[in-house]
């Protein structure tokens, strides 16, 4: 049985940090590409990043490079965000997906950013 669990998410103020994690379950984690989404109020949901089954195979959506990245330890299952410079429009529910056959999401996390 997939599972992905997300964590990390909470209230931190505009140009702070915050480190998300998603550890999977159910699969060969090392073997497949890893995605963070994000879905704030009102709008669709978007891709953010994404990590091939190397490290240095990533990619981000123009809004987060140089703030946001992305990287996996597949010894411990994980994949990370660590999202700097933290802006008031990075508001929303981050979610880990990953394509295996189907597509399986996560729970989400909900990540604010406010003053």
């Known amino acids: 049985q997939v599972q992905l669990v997300e964590s990390g998410g909470g209230l931190v103020q505009p140009g702070g940090s915050l480190r998300l994690s998603c550890t999977a379950s159910?699969?060969?984690?090392?073997?497949?590409?890893m995605r963070w989404y994000r879905q704030a109020p009102g709008k669709e949901r978007e891709l953010v990043a994404s990590?091939?089954?190397?490290?240095?195979?990533?990619n981000y959506v123009d809004s987060v490079k140089g703030r946001f990245t992305i990287s996996r330890d597949n010894a411990r299952n994980t994949v990370y965000l660590q999202m700097n410079s933290l802006k008031p429009e990075d508001t929303a529910v981050y979610y880990c997906?990953?394509?295996?056959?189907?597509?399986?999401w996560g729970q989400g996390t909900q990540v604010t950013v406010s003053s």
């Open positions: 997906y990953c394509q295996r056959g189907v597509g399986y």
């Open positions: 159910g699969f060969t984690f090392s073997i497949y590409a």
């Open positions: 990590i091939g089954t190397t490290a240095g195979n990533t």
